[in-house]
Antibody
């Protein structure tokens, strides 16, 4: 079955950097674009970034452009989110989310998430 | 920025029908998706492309509506349906957007 397992979260000071990873299994990783979606404590869901199946195209939420970089290693079935210049408002659970292969479902399977807390 | 509007909370008794609305200007032109999220868990897709139900989702979940307001209906609500529900769609530039979420309480 589809499994998405995030890791790399933690407590970081403002201005620092962090790299999240998402290990994918149970499906053909190279057939799917992938997203990162975040959820601040007690808040709703917010799309952060998407990457095409081959990594050639990327899109970002305006508030993370220039600070976050999404990437993937298809040889290792792994998705990444490099986060720089962290801000308190980046505090959230970050979910790795699969984009349906036929494009009909933008967010079809979700990982359990990893918590990023930005605090001094 | 573009927003999808949901009621913060809906309460129903077991066996009744729960209706959760989602409003947005682009909904007549964009598909809507619904997610269920239980405390401490990842969201789960319950409705896609306005009215379609993924395999494994009970038939009591349905999506409907037209125009700028759509509705997630849960018929014969059970205690296990208590969760937060989020609608998702896209703005006029095809940027993905989520609603603020609705907490469904089963009394």
């Amino acid at each position: 079955q589809v499994q998405l397992v995030e890791s790399g979260g933690g407590v970081m000071q403002p201005g620092r950097s962090l790299r999240l990873s998402c290990a994918a299994s149970g499906f053909s990783f190279t057939d799917h674009p992938m997203h990162w979606v975040r959820q601040a404590p007690g808040a709703g869901l917010e799309w952060v970034a998407v990457i095409s199946y081959d990594g050639s195209n990327k899109r970002y939420l305006d508030s993370v452009k220039g600070r976050f970089t999404i990437s993937r290693d298809n040889s290792k079935n792994t998705l990444f989110l490099e986060m720089k210049s962290l801000r308190r408002e980046d505090t959230a659970v970050y979910y790795c989310v699969r984009y349906g292969a036929d494009g009909s479902v933008p967010f079809d399977y979700w990982g359990r998430g990893t918590l990023v807390s930005v605090s001094s | 920025s573009y927003e999808l509007t949901q009621p913060p909370s809906v309460s129903v008794s077991p066996g009744q029908t729960a209706r959760i609305t989602c409003s947005g200007e682009t909904l007549p032109k964009q598909f809507v998706y619904w997610f269920q999220q239980k405390p401490g868990q990842a969201p789960v897709l319950v409705i896609y492309k306005d009215t379609e139900r993924p395999s494994g989702i009970p038939a009591r979940f349905s999506g409907s509506g037209s125009g700028t307001t759509v509705t997630l209906t849960i018929a014969g609500v059970r205690a296990e349906d208590e969760a937060d529900y989020y609608c998702q769609s896209a703005d006029s530039s095809n940027n993905w957007v989520f609603g603020g979420g609705t907490k469904l309480t089963v009394l």
